[in-house]
Structure formats: C-alpha cells, structure tokens
C-alpha cells in the first residue's frame, strides 16, 4: 500500500513554546498535513479502549505534546466530520504515531476496527500543546490525567523527561482495568492512581489523592472530564500553583473555521481547537 500525502496552510495565530532541545517553535509555522498513515497494530487495551500504531513511509512530522489530530472515520454510514484524537506518543525510532481510542459513539467504533496495514487518514499536528518549563532540571511538574484524559500525559511525560524533569504522574479512572498504559507511565517517573471502585491506588477522585497534600509541585498539567479539571484548577489556584488544562470541547473542523468549540477565556471566545487545546487556566472563565 502507498502512502500518500499532502499538505494545508493554516493561519496560526503564534504562540511560543520551547522544545525539550530547548528550540523555540512558532506554532505559526507548524505545517498540518494530512495523512494517509498506515497501522502497524491496533491492540485492545480492555473492551472500551484500544492502543493504535500508525506509521508512514516517510519521517513523521513534528508533534508537540498536547496536539491532537483530526482522524477521518472511513466505512461509517453514520460518521460525517472527522474525530478529533490526542497525539498519545510519537515513538520516533520506528517512525510510529499512537493514538489511545475509548469507543463512546459509532465514530470511535469503527475506528477501532482497523487492522495492520490499514489506512487511517489524519490531519496533524492540530492544536497549540502544552507549555515547556523554561528551566526543567528545578521544575517538580505534577501531570493528572482522568479517564482516556491519560492519552496526551504519556507524550508530555516523555518530553518533559528528556528536558531534564522527572515527572510525577497522577492517573484516575473508574476501575483497575480503565487505568491504561501503566507500565509505559513507570518508565517516565512515578506513578500514583486512584479508583472510585477503590480496586487500585487510593479510592475516590484524583483531586482526593493524599499526595496533593504531602508533595509540593511548582507546575500542574491536566487533562480529563472538565469537573475533574475543574477540582484540579481549584487546587492549583488555591496553592498558587501553576496550571495548564487541556480541553475536550466537542469539535467540527478541527481548524478554527466552524466555531462550534469555543471556550469563553478572558480573551473572549476562543477556540479550543486552534487558541487550544491547552489554556493556563488563569485565561478560563471558570468558577474556580
Ligand atoms: C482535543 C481533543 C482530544 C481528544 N483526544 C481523545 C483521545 O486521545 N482519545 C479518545 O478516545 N477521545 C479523545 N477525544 C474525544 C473524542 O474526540 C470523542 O470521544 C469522539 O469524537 C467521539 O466520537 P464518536 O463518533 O465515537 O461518538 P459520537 O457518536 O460523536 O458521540 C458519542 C457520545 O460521546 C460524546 N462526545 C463526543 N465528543 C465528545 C467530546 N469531545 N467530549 C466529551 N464527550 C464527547 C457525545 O456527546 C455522545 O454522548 C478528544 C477530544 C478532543 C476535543
Ligand atoms: S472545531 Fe471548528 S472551530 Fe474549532
């Protein structure tokens, strides 16, 4: 199978962030391509997730942690606009994309059908990502994640540690079986969970957890179902400690062009898409 691709030009608006080699990239000049990537495996991770590989013949482009990627649902009566999807991991050596799916419609459905050498077509990278601490080796970054909210905290973790910083990794999710990825997690830093059902980590919410209160963090990174991002904000604040919340609004285009996933900020509207995903929760009008 040929994989073929192509690229669109995006008016960015230009938001600064530094790399873990510590470049400076303009987001603005961050080329989106769309892709026909081909899926080196689609493993089922439990019956609601699955963990799919893609690669393609030429070198991946840049993706920076908390982008996602626009994925077109193919086969789907049902399915019109593409699903917006984290960027879970890019493993760089094989020249591989993850992306970590929970099947909640029919869009997500069908996409978890998809088998080794299949297409999957993508526009990526989308979204501005988190922010890189400027001087990682004296920054104790806390990165919470609830539900497939995980997805995106593999990539920041990875990147955070080959800036120099050890992160510290705080997963929530129902039950001991929705909590993903685990044993790539350990690899980054440590590790702490909780359950509502109480069968793993502490139980209860993230928000909950003893370690908020026994650790200190200078930098707070969440993504997750919003009233848990919401608790979390309020922690941050509360603690003056630095936060960025990567949001999950309902999307169309992906681009900045349909409006339909905008978030009122202290900007005015802005879309989560494009302005976003990820807002220092100081720019969100929340009731925090
Ligand atoms: C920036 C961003 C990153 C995302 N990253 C991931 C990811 O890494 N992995 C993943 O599995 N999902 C992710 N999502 C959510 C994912 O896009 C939706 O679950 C998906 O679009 C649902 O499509 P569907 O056709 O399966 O379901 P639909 O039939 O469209 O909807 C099924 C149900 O899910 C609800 N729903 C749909 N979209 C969302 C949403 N964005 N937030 C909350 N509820 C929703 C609908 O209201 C409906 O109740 C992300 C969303 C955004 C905006
Ligand atoms: S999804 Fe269309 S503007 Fe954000």
Redesign the pocket.
């Given at each position: 199978m040929t994989a073929k691709s192509s690229t669109i030009s995006i008016n960015f608006s230009i938001i600064r962030v530094s790399l873990p080699d510590k470049r400076i990239y303009p987001l603005k000049f961050m080329k989106k391509f769309i892709l026909d990537l081909v899926v080196t495996q689609n493993e089922q991770l439990h019956s609601n997730?699955v963990l799919i590989k893609l690669t393609h013949a030429n070198p991946l482009p840049e993706m920076l942690p908390g982008q996602?990627a626009e994925i077109r649902?193919d086969g789907?009566n049902?399915?019109f606009?593409r699903?917006?999807?984290?960027?879970?991991y890019v493993d760089r050596a094989k020249n591989e994309l993850w992306?970590?799916?929970?099947?909640?419609?029919?869009?997500?459905?069908?996409?978890a059908t998809v088998k080794p050498g299949d297409t999957v077509n993508a526009v990526l990278p989308?979204?501005n990502g988190f922010t890189m601490p400027v001087a990682p080796e004296n920054t104790h970054p806390l990165l919470i994640g609830g539900g497939?909210?995980t997805?995106?905290m593999l990539m920041l973790g990875a990147a955070l540690k080959a800036a120099g910083c050890t992160p510290t990794f705080l997963l929530g999710a129902r039950s001991s079986k929705d909590l993903l990825q685990l044993d790539e997690f350990v690899k980054l830093g440590e590790v702490f969970t909780t359950t509502e059902d109480g069968t793993a980590g502490e139980k209860g919410y993230v928000t909950q957890h003893s370690i908020l209160n026994t650790r200190k963090f200078d930098f707070i990174y969440t993504?997750g179902?919003k009233p848990m991002m919401v608790s979390v904000a309020r922690h941050a604040k509360a603690n003056h400690i630095e936060c960025e919340a990567?949001?999950?609004?309902?999307?169309a285009c992906?681009v900045g062009a349909c409006l339909c996933?905008v978030e009122n900020t202290d900007e005015g509207h802005l879309c989560?898409?494009k302005d976003?995903?990820v807002f220092n929760i100081k720019k969100l009008l929340w009731q925090i």
């Open positions: 997730y996602f649902i789907s049902t399915t606009l699903r917006p999807i984290s960027i879970n992306l970590l799916v929970q099947l909640v419609g029919d869009g997500t459905r069908k996409l989308l979204g497939v909210g997805a995106p993504c179902p990567s949001l999950e609004n309902m999307m992906g996933c989560v898409c976003g995903p």
